[in-house]
């Protein structure tokens, strides 16, 4: 594929990730869960590039993409994030001309049987990790993927909040006592 090809197509599944379940998403989440699937769907992997940064696992095109789509143009609100806030990188909301877009591509997609696997995927993903907190789902990528703490500016300041965000995401439902022992000993 060419650079338009897969520009297009990366936008493309930027909007399946934020339709999927029409709320504003925090950038952080968007590629937090985008960089979770890029890891189980060899399809995507020749997208995307993900590297180590200060919030973890970065991808310069979610960021791009995010925030100045090419191909998706008005298609989704980028509202940057609020004095302060250090963390979410400003949110994304799909628009209505998003939202026809979105149900355009899904119909599309779920006709693919190769894509409905994908499909089913982030709406997982998103089901589940919609649910965190911004501390709390780095927390888990930290733990998950701990070669991506290497660079983070924020990694030692979750750390210290270790067990207060890990009895939030066990009360939550998120993670298992197991999961949570496991967390809160910081192994």
Known sequence: MDDNSNLKGL????????????????????E????????FHPSIKNYL???????????????????NPF??????????????????????KLNQNGEV??????????????LQNLLTGVKMVRELYDNLTLEEL????????PEYREKSNVFFKI???REILAKKMRSKGIIDDERYNLLVSGI
């Open 138 to 145: 780095l927390l888990l990528i930290y733990d998950t993927y």
């Open 32 to 39: 937090k869960e985008v960089f979770l699937l890029w890891n």
């Open 11 to 30: 936008e493309n599944f930027v909007l399946l990730v934020l339709g999927s379940i029409n709320r504003p998403l925090s950038l952080l989440h968007l």
């Open 49 to 67: 590039h993900f590297i180590k940064h200060y919030r973890g696992p970065f991808s310069v095109e979610i960021e791009r993409i995010a925030k």
């Open 159 to 161: 750390f210290d909040k």
């Open 101 to 114: 877009k979105y149900s355009h591509l899904f119909e599309q997609a779920n006709a693919n049987p190769s």
């Open 71 to 92: 191909y998706l143009e008005n298609c989704w609100d980028y509202i940057p994030p609020k004095k302060g806030d250090d963390l979410s990188g400003g949110y994304l």
